[in-house]
């Protein structure tokens, strides 16, 4: 089993950065791939940004350029940073951890981002 908790989110400005942490924790240290995914209100949840366990990354389009993600192979934590945001990067972003050992996909509970200026 794995347990995400997550860090960060909040009020931001435009044009600000912001930094998420995700830990995950748990008996389970077979996690291969983590991420980050966002829902605004009323839209699917949709990829942001993902980074396996040999340090290969993935970024949506809409994030190129502004967001880097990082990972802490041993203690399976990731963190993205996002910059120069956008009124649209305003979402509940989740953690998201894929075990090879279970071959389950975990989620976290969300933080919220809103962006205001």
């Known amino acids: 089993q794995v347990q995400l908790v997550e860090s960060g989110g909040g009020l931001v400005q435009p044009g600000g950065s912001l930094i998420l942490s995700c830990a995950a924790t748990?008996?389970?240290?077979?996690?291969?791939?983590m991420g980050w995914y966002r829902q605004a209100p009323g839209k699917q949840r949709d990829l942001v940004s993902t980074?396996?366990?040999?340090?290969?990354?993935n970024y949506a389009d809409s994030v190129k350029g502004r967001a880097t993600i990082s990972r802490s192979g041993f203690a399976n934590t990731v963190s993205l940073q996002l910059d120069n945001l956008k009124p649209e990067d305003a979402a509940v972003y989740y953690c998201n951890a894929y075990s090879t050992l279970s071959q389950m996909t975990y989620w976290g509970q969300g933080t919220q981002v809103t962006l205001s200026s």
């Open positions: 980074i396996t366990n040999h340090g290969t990354t």
């Open positions: 748990g008996s389970d240290h077979s996690i291969y791939l």
